[in-house]
Structure formats: structure tokens, C-alpha cells
């Protein structure tokens, strides 16, 4: 039996002020699978991930997170469920005049109670699970980019969420920084059985680590295609799909003569 979804969109349709970035969207994501939401820059990648954390409201369809549907609950208890995910934003600065530590302290502070030494010992062992284990009185300017993103996903999972949520993490990475990321990543899902959201247009981080994908797409307001990404690129019928998986430009005449590039 399929083991029960932890995240499931049933035709969510987002966007801003009333109008669709995309509609329809259904997907689910299951226990401890690193799942890619996929897209081309502008394609509403983000749109969603604002939806999914409860900062935009849908405009339709529903959202469940561990069984429990956003349009069926209160809003306290949707505020409580949606507390399972761990967000590293795009732009996901870090303060600059706090240290790492202080920065990862920060949502252990907002959404507990526990004192001042307790919260530092468990922001220093959230930045030691992400390779930071000695940098917590760092200050974020003193710091490489690669080390930064680490740090962010220290604060994401500062309160243990179930769900990590990652938003573009390797934009602005130099690409064996990026993979040191994926292998991040892929150990974090490993050692603590998370499961991962992964928001990207980085072909080689969704290869290396995402078991499944949806690719997004603006021409069709929705998802384009589903499933494993390797299978995406070699198997799926639509050339365009196949191209954007072999970054590959799309090729007007290729999609309306239904061959692939080159036939
Ligand atoms: N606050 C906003 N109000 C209105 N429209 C917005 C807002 N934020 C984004 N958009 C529009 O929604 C569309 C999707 O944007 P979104 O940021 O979700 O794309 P994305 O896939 O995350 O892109 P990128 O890969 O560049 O991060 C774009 O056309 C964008 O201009
Ligand atoms: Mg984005």
C-alpha cells in the first residue's frame, strides 16, 4: 500500500489579486521522498511555495498537510499544521547583525518558550547537522554563499519540521558548492528521514537528488509533467518536456510535428 501523502494539492489553483499564475495543480508528496517543483524562471515556482506555507491564499482547490485540509480546518489549526514545514526562502537572508547561531535562535525564540541556553545549544546542534559546527559566532558577511545557504537550512529546520521546504537553494552557487548542497540534502533525508520540497530550475540538483518532479509551466497555466526525472527526460512524449530536461530550447515546428529535436 502506498504509504499516505505528507503534503497533497488537490487542483490548487494560485496567483495574486484574484488572477491565476497557474490553476488545477495536484500533486502529493510522500513520507521521505526529496520531491522537485520544477519550472522555467517567472513560471509561478514560488508562487506556489507561498501558497504552500499559508503567506497567499489559494484561489482555489485545497491543500492537505498530514491529513488535515486547509479549506476544513480553523485557521489556528491550519497555522499549527503548517508549522510542519521548514522554509528556506529564495532571498532567504540571514540577518547580518546576528551571528549564526543568533539567526537559527530566531524561530526557536518566536514559536517556543524555551529559555535563552536551551534555544543556543539547539540552534549550535541544527547548525552542526547542516557542517556548521564551528562557525556559530560567525557573523553571515564573514562567511562564503555555500556556508550561508547552510546556515538557512539550519533555521529551516530549526523546530524539526517534517517537511523541509527549499526555495531555489543553489542560485548564486558555484556548481561543486551546488552538489556539496545536493549531498546535504540527500544526507539530511537519510540520517533524519525528512522529507524535502525542493523549488528549482537546477537540472543537476533535481538529477541528483529529486525522486519525482513536477515540471510547471505558464503556457499551460499548470503542471506539464509528472514523475521521475530521468524518466522525464528520456521517456516522456512530449518533446518539449524532453528538451527541457536535456536544456534543450524548445523548438516551435518540433512541438507541433510531435518529434523530438533533431528527428
Ligand atoms: N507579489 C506579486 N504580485 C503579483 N504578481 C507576482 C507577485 N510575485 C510574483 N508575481 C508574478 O507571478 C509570476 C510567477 O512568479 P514566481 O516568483 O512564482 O516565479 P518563479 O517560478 O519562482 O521564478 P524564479 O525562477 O525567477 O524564482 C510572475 O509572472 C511574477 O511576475
Ligand atoms: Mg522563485
Avoid at 49 to 67: Q, V
Avoid at 163 to 184: H, Q, R
Avoid at 188 to 217: E, K, M, N, P, Y
Wanted: hydrophobic share 40%; charged share 25%.
Amino acid at each position: 500500500m502506498k504509504p499516505a501523502p505528507v503534503l497533497k494539492a488537490t487542483n490548487l489553483s494560485v496567483g495574486y489579486d484574484g488572477q491565476p499564475v497557474l490553476r488545477n495543480l495536484s500533486f502529493e508528496v510522500r513520507p521521505r521522498e526529496i520531491f522537485a517543483i520544477l519550472g522555467g524562471s517567472g513560471s509561478g515556482k514560488t508562487t506556489i511555495l507561498k501558497t504552500l506555507i499559508g503567506i497567499l491564499p489559494p484561489l482555489a482547490g485545497d491543500l492537505e498537510i498530514a491529513g488535515v485540509s486547509m479549506t476544513r480546518s480553523s485557521p489556528d489549526r491550519w497555522a499549527h499544521v503548517s508549522r510542519s514545514l521548514g522554509v528556506l526562502f529564495q532571498t532567504g537572508a540571514l540577518l547580518a547583525d546576528l551571528t549564526l547561531a543568533e539567526n537559527v535562535m530566531l524561530p526557536i525564540r518566536a514559536q517556543t518558550e524555551l529559555p535563552e541556553s536551551t534555544a543556543r545549544i539547539l540552534a549550535c546542534l541544527k547548525l552542526s547537522q547542516v557542517g556548521l559546527a564551528d562557525a556559530e559566532s560567525r557573523f553571515p558577511n564573514e562567511i562564503s554563499g555555500g556556508m550561508r545557504k547552510r546556515a538557512g537550512v539550519a533555521r529551516a529546520m530549526a523546530l524539526d519540521p517534517p517537511i523541509l521546504v527549499l526555495d531555489e537553494p543553489s542560485s548564486g552557487l558555484d556548481p561543486v558548492t551546488a552538489a556539496e548542497l545536493d549531498e546535504l540534502v540527500l544526507g539530511l533525508r537519510r540520517d533524519l528521514g525528512i522529507t524535502v520540497l525542493l523549488v528549482t530550475h537546477d537540472l543537476a540538483s533535481t538529477f541528483a537528488v529529486a525522486d519525482r518532479c513536477i515540471l510547471i509551466d505558464r503556457e499551460v497555466a499548470g503542471i506539464r509533467a509528472e514523475g521521475v526525472p530521468a524518466r522525464l527526460r528520456d521517456e516522456h512524449p512530449d518533446p518539449a518536456v524532453r528538451a527541457f530536461f536535456r536544456r534543450e530550447p524548445p523548438r516551435p515546428d518540433g512541438l507541433k510535428k510531435g518529434g523530438p529535436r533533431g528527428e
